[in-house]
């Protein structure tokens, strides 16, 4: 029973499940799963669906976040490649009734994540090359980026027309949305890479002693590259996601307080920010509790701008348990008689 | 003095870019338009100011945006339900510096990262605002109408406007508490080196919570400036405004690393701000959002500055 | 009046412990007025450990100090100014973004009344500061920022606030490290000076010359015992270093020579012309040959880590070459030192040595995963091989290879470290102090193990303060002092010989 309470996901999966446990009490169609239109359909579904995008970039700062980088300028990544790929898309009525595309679909799309990449790989120069702190030098793509995409939409939202592309956010395969299996997919190809290459083995070392890894001869700058590179990416393809779900794209609001939700969701997957040891499934667990955190209270007809103090709370206490300082208090106080002569700083 | 060249730097950009505006656009260069620099940027410039403590001790704080928002709603809520207006301003600052001094105490005590505490600090002064009211609340006190319209003359057929005059006697204020005070002082310690500051005996555990008080009440005040300039409250005001503030800062030439910089810089820098705005909106053509990018841009260009000034001068870890 | 000056502080029977080691036990300390007193021993001998307790950073486990006859127990560096007892640490630095008079006066600021402004009063606080500093001697202006300082000045400076307080005793710990022969003049005229205003000063070093040049009197700790206290006039620099390294095992037996797998005429394996760095290295050059093991000896500060870390690429280096079997070379960094056959096992095996999350297998393994790159993936099944054979082999003990490296003794995380580098079949291995904090047996097997390497064809390049060690494995031995070439001694020399070279100093 202890093995159990101390795996790493335990915490994570507990949480999920309550969540789930009381939405069901107080919706009992929550669960409930049928089958319409050629697909699966229920509240379950919903969250799955909603949650991609999140899980996706989450997915992406999961690997910054443990070689002890943060990239706070996702959101606004997300809102760039919305906006590139609504412009190549566009979609104008043909003579015949029918919707073209200004530009083929893949097109649309290959640009859409290699302007997001580069965006990435920006923030990974800034970070190794600049040696600028990662906080400052991904501040600077967060407010000059949405800026960036309000230029590239002039200002407006950009409606796509063209029906093909709404299958990303909107479409059903195999009973599941296709937004899902893209989630899915990365996922499993991150897990791949990170287990069947060196690459996790020197993510983990790099973030967990930088000088030691160096030492060992790891090339941490190329990997710490690559890394932010591929956060840029995942965003890119959230973007994707979003805006073909929205069939719009909105330089405004698009991915509007992203990067606090995907550190929220790597850190409450258990991920510690200080670098190191990570877990993609935590990551994914984390971003599902965010997002029924979100369907719940909305549910439960609790008025949803309850939703952002409920998440300042789980910060903080994800923040104080991660503590070494508060977990010493803690212990101090659960053991009032332990002599503390001697135990100075 | 080579200590002053970022300062330097950062006032001659500006003398550029208004010059720039005089010799581009008629009528740019009046005493009015300058200003309203100030008038307009006033909330911006009282927050900048706290944040610039802040980021002086080594720190930054991100709630500042949502704090102004909070402190306008709780302000209209007040003062619908009758409070006294001097009352309502005085509640305000209290809660403000309380929040403030809550997020410094979690910061020191337990070693937390600032950008974390104060990120949790924005998700929640965000949903209370949301909870008390999604609505915008209109403020209809006679008084905070009456300081609304207040103008100050200033000579010359130009005017102040109260906000704008808190906001440089705040400036002037927080110039004193930086270089004439032991507070302030310890600030700067604290941002050349923590350890040493430390072994120096200078009490920066006190220091380091009250930088976050300091910047709790700067934001409230702002608040309250705003609320006088928008008569309203309003939970998705301020929205982002912690950027902005950063920005200034940065711009004014303070270390985003801490430990060098200076208040007087910080007003220039909002200054600055402004007068990209003012320039944008004077040529037309261009889209607001383009300010965004500049922003971004000289943002990009101090800290890569700051960055080589920071190779110079070794700094104690 | 009497011979020796009056006593100010006396120390008696300190002894305290840390989770598993004993820091320090049986310390006594006599620091009399207008005296500098030394302080030796090598790294682990309960200097730090001393300092700490004086300042009021640790509290003692057992044992009393006297501040002029009366009992005290410093609570906290504050408490132990107040005491009289002020510091200047190695970590003590001047704020380089505040001015030097700001730096001296800080916390202690002269303020302005309220009747004239209130608030600090800066024309006082360079007044006063400039008063300071001439009455010691220190040519500074005050109103300049202390960033730009140079080091020595910065350290004058740092001096100057320690005694700002009236100071009965100052604590200098290893105030020359970075300071040049001028530099160092200046600082002992500046010790002189308070000297004869009646400080006791202790004086923490490991510069032998230093010692004798300044130091009315010494006391030795080794492996945190007191090994006695001297006057510096009756202990000469053999016998302090005698005293200060000593000898762990009892009587040293010569090893087989490794001659058979040293090739004469083929170029040295690794060859450093002219290598220097400002500040940590004076140009040297060495050569390794394939099958040779090379002695590093020196006390601490000679500068052999930092040659190591030059030969590594860790550093970059100002001046000079390094060629591969005669070829010239280019080392950007670590990465390339490894690609090119180098392995370095770093001294600071916390700081720079393990991942202290990683499993134990995953800590052996990361170097040579490091080398073959990120696509040719060492399988779980290989990673398990490789790890458990060098386990074995060095004897590692750990509840098993999937354990966190950092829960292993600190003898068993630095095994698994030389583990790690064994795995990549260096062609030049450097062993930074690789039997620190590993038991006597251990040594031994790390001896042999080091033999069978060289044996192997490997060269070995071994750094130690444990002279008797240097002594029995090594083919040649190069000695440092003070961060510069001293000598070279064969094989077979005797560790008294070694003791002479790093010994030899211009004092009389």
Known sequence: ?345 | MKRLLPLTVTIALFVAMAAFGAVRYEGFLSLQVLLNLIIDNAFLCVVAVGMTFVILSGGIDLSVGALIALTTIISATLLDLGWNPYATMATVLVLGAAFGALQGFLIQRFNLAPFLVTLAGMFLARGCCYLISTESIPINDATYAAIAQARIPVGGGASLTIGGLIALAVVAIAMRIAHSTEFGRTVYAIGGGESSARLMGLSVDSTKVGVYLLSGLCAALGGIVMTFYMLSGYSLHAVGLELDAIAAVVIGGTLLAGGVGYVAGTLFGVLILGIIQTLIAFDGSLSSWWTRIVVGALLLLFCLLQRLFEGRTPRAS | MMDSPAVVLQARDIARAFPGVQALSGAQLTLRAGEVHALMGQNGAGKSTLIKILTGVCTPDAGSIEMLGKAVTPESPIHAQELGISAVHQESHLLPNLSVAENICAGRYPRRPWTRGGGIDWRETERRAAELLAGLGINLDVTQLAGPLPAALQQLATVARAVATDARVLILDEPTSSLDADEVQALFALIRRLRDKGVAILFVTHFLDQVYEICDRMTILRNGRFVGEYACAKLDAHGLVAAMVGRELAASERVPSTQTATKGDAPPVLAARNISRRGQLKPLDLELKAGEVLGLAGLLGSGRTELARLLFALDDRDTGDIAIDGKPVELDGPADALRLGLGFCPEDRKHSGIVADMTVRENIALALQARMGLTKFLTLAEQRQIATKLVEALGIKAASIETPIGQLSGGNQQKAIIARWLATHPRVLILDEPTRGIDIAAKQELMNEILELARGGTAVLFISSEIDEVVRVSDRILVLRDRARAGELPRGATEDAVYSVIAATHHP
């Open chain 1, 1 to 345: 029973m202890k093995r159990i309470t101390q795996h790493p996901l335990f915490w994570p999966v507990i949480t999920l499940a309550l969540l789930l446990v009381v939405s069901a009490l107080f919706q009992p169609s929550f669960l409930a799963l049928t089958w319409r239109d050629g697909h699966l359909y229920g509240s379950v579904i919903d969250i799955l669906n909603r949650a991609a995008p999140l899980m996706v970039v989450s997915l992406g700062m999961t690997l910054v976040i443990a070689v002890r980088g943060l990239d706070i300028s996702v959101g606004a990544v997300v809102a760039i490649s919305a906006a590139v790929a609504a412009l190549l898309v566009g979609g104008s009525f043909s003579a015949t009734g029918e919707v073209q595309a200004v530009h083929p679909l893949w097109v649309a799309l290959a640009s859409a994540l290699a302007v997001a990449a580069a965006c990435g790989w920006w923030n990974g120069l800034l970070v190794v090359k600049a040696g600028m702190q990662p906080i400052v030098a991904t501040l600077i793509l967060m407010v000059a980026g949405r800026g960036i995409a309000q230029l590239l939409t002039g200002g407006q939202i950009i409606t796509v027309y063209y029906p093909p592309f709404f299958t990303l956010g909107n479409g059903f395969f195999l009973g599941l949305p296709v937004a899902l299996w893209v989630a899915g997919a990365l996922w499993i190809a991150l897990h791949l890479v990170l287990s069947r290459t060196a690459l996790g083995l020197f993510v983990r070392s790099i973030g967990g002693n930088p000088e030691a890894a160096r030492v060992a001869g790891v090339r941490s700058s190329a990997i710490t590259l690559c890394v932010y590179t591929f956060c840029g990416l995942a965003a890119g393809v959230a973007g994707l996601i979003v805006s073909s779900n929205v069939k719009s794209a909105d330089a405004n609001n698009a991915g509007q307080l992203l990067e606090l939700d995907a550190i929220l969701a790597v850190t409450l997957g258990g991920t510690a920010l200080t670098g190191g040891r990570f877990t993609l499934a935590g990551t994914v667990i984390g971003a599902l509790i965010i997002q029924t955190l979100t369907s719940m209270i909305y549910s439960l007809g609790v008025p949803p701008e309850v939703n952002l103090v409920v998440k300042a709370v789980l910060v903080f206490t994800v923040m104080m348990l991660q503590s070494a300082e508060f977990r010493q208090l803690v212990a101090r106080l659960a053991r009032p008689d332990k002599s503390l002569a001697g135990n100075r700083r």
